[in-house]
Every structure is written in C-alpha cells, then in structure tokens.
C-alpha cells in the first residue's frame, strides 16, 4: 500500500461502526468540535446543525451543549446515518481557583453513567444558580425575572446569558453588555459565585467515558499570561487531553501563540467555531483556518493507523 493511502480507523465512535481515513487526509480535515444547539444557548435545533455543517462539507463536528447531551438523544435515529460525522461532545463548566472556565468533553461514550451523573449534577447547580440569581434581581428591584429568564431558555435552566436577554426584553437595559455591567457580571448584584465541577474531575469523567477533555477558547477568559499559564499547568496536572487553538474567527497571532503554547505544554489541539447562531460571521459551522502545522490534532488521537 502507498504510503500516502495508510488507512484509519476512528475508535470509540458513537453510533457507528469503524470509519476508515486515509492518513494524509486525517490532518486536513474540516472540522468543528465546538457547537451549540437550543438545547443550552443556541438557537438552532440539533438537526438543523447536521444540516448547516453537512452544507459547508463538515467532515466531522461536535455539538457541545453547556452542561448537556440532550442533543444526541433528540438525534438518536441521525447518528445511525453513515454522514456527517457527529462525535458526541458536551462543553462542562468548571471553577477553577474561584473563576469560570470551560472545558469540552468529545468523543466520549454517551451512556456512561459517570458522565450522566455528572450533567444531572451540573444541570442542579444551574437550577439553583438562577434561583439565586432571580432572588438577587428581586432584591434590586426586578420582579418576575426568573419566568422570563426559563420562557428564554428553551430546554434547560437558564444561564447568565438568559437573564441578561430578559432584562432587556423587560427594558431594564439597553443591551446584553448592560445587563452584564450593571447587574450580572462578576461583582455585580446579581452575580452568583457558583460552584461547579473542578477541573480533575471534569477530566476524570469525559475520560473515563472514553473521551478527551479539551480546555475551551483559553484566550477568553481574560487571563493575564502569568494566570493563564497557571491554567495550564494545572490542566495538564490533572491530565487534560488538548487546548482549543482555533475558537471561531480568532486573528492569527492568537492562533500561533496557542498553536505555540499547546505543544509546550503537550497538549493536542482542537477547533471549534463555538457556534450560537446563524448570521454570526465570527463564528458559523465550520468555516474555520486550518491547524497550524506544529499542532497535533485531537481526532488523530482517536485513530489508529491499519
Ligand atoms: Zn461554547
């Protein structure tokens, strides 16, 4: 066999039989481990996802719900098909050192009860989250938030995100910036410190479901680089599989400078538009640059050369 024709196969795939790459496309691959659909904060239906990646010639993708895997149970009879690729994914929220930051779990198995468990858990913390929330909006004077904030938020207990929507549409703020600044960012009256899964446990149960834990979009938490090195560092500790060296349409400095700091830390690489919405030119389905050439893709972590 030519060397250029080496054959793959993608382990641990969901819902599917072995799928076979030939090797030199594997790196090549147009991908998208970063989506989310209306079952958390995004306004596409699952399958209208398959639909627009299937459009732009996605080979394979993820939809990374916060804290939800809802998706895959409304697409059971999708992931039977042989095309598009759906890898199972789901973005989890993390306190990390009293801070917010999320990692994507993908590829993982999606009966695991490890993992099952920990979403019921996170999804009860949001539910108390937004009472909390609520209660402190009521305290500033703002009445009949929380309603507002679940007819908003489709399947799920609603987020930060939600409540800021509601706000607006009850003409408290302006805009979603607005109700952030005034009312639900960290520091305001309305913010709610909020415990979720840490960081070695979040890895713990995407990989003991078979999965890769990836740390998401790390130049958006507005680290500075001596605490975002901190960051990584304890990712790494806690055996964290990859950093997302591609979020959406990011500039290119940044994209060499995490192409950079992935292979420092020995960390693969993953890419993901997080997608919300469609008219979204900084983030749509798919249409994100190639890897660097330093970079190691996750996916070729999950194929074994035949
Ligand atoms: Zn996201």
Redesign the pocket.
């Known amino acids: 066999m030519a060397k250029s024709a080496k054959i793959i196969t993608l382990t641990n795939f969901q819902g599917y039989g072995p799928v076979f790459f030939p090797k030199f496309q594997v790196d090549q691959m147009k991908v998208d481990f970063?989506i989310?659909s209306n079952c958390s904060d995004g306004e596409l239906e699952p399958r209208d996802i398959i639909r627009s990646a299937a459009k732009v010639g996605c080979e394979m993708f993820s939809i990374?719900d916060?804290d939800s895997i809802a998706a895959y149970e409304m697409l059971e009879d999708d992931l039977k098909g042989e095309k598009p690729r759906i890898v199972p994914g789901c973005?989890f929220s993390v306190s990390w050192e009293r801070q917010e930051v999320?990692v994507?779990g993908l590829n993982f198995d999606l009966g695991s009860p490890k993992l099952k468990s920990a979403i019921t858990q996170q999804n009860l913390t949001r539910r108390n989250r937004s009472v909390a929330i609520a209660q402190r909006l009521e305290t500033a004077g703002v009445t009949d938030i929380l309603a507002k904030a679940y007819s908003l938020s489709g399947k799920g207990p609603p987020g930060r995100l939600h409540f800021a929507q509601a706000l607006v549409a009850k003409g408290i703020v302006r805009n979603i910036q607005q109700a952030f600044d005034r009312y639900l960012g960290a520091g305001q009256v309305a913010f709610v410190e909020t415990s979720w899964l840490s960081l070695g446990e979040v890895c713990e149960v995407v990989q003991s479901a078979g999965g890769s834990a990836v740390l998401?979009?790390p130049l958006k938490y507005g680290f500075s680089n001596s605490r975002l090195m901190k960051l990584l560092e304890d990712f790494g500790l806690v055996g964290g599989d990859a950093l997302e060296v591609i979020s959406g349409n990011q500039n290119r400095d940044n994209t060499a400078h995490l192409a950079r700091l992935a292979r420092k830390f020995d960390f693969a690489a993953s890419v993901?538009s997080?997608f919300?919405r469609p008219n979204a030119p900084w983030a749509s389905i798919g249409r994100l640059p190639a890897l660097p050439g330093i970079c190691r893709p996750i996916w070729s972590d999950w194929l074994i050369k035949v």
């Open positions: 970063h989310h990374t916060h973005e999320h994507v998401a979009h993901g997080d919300h």
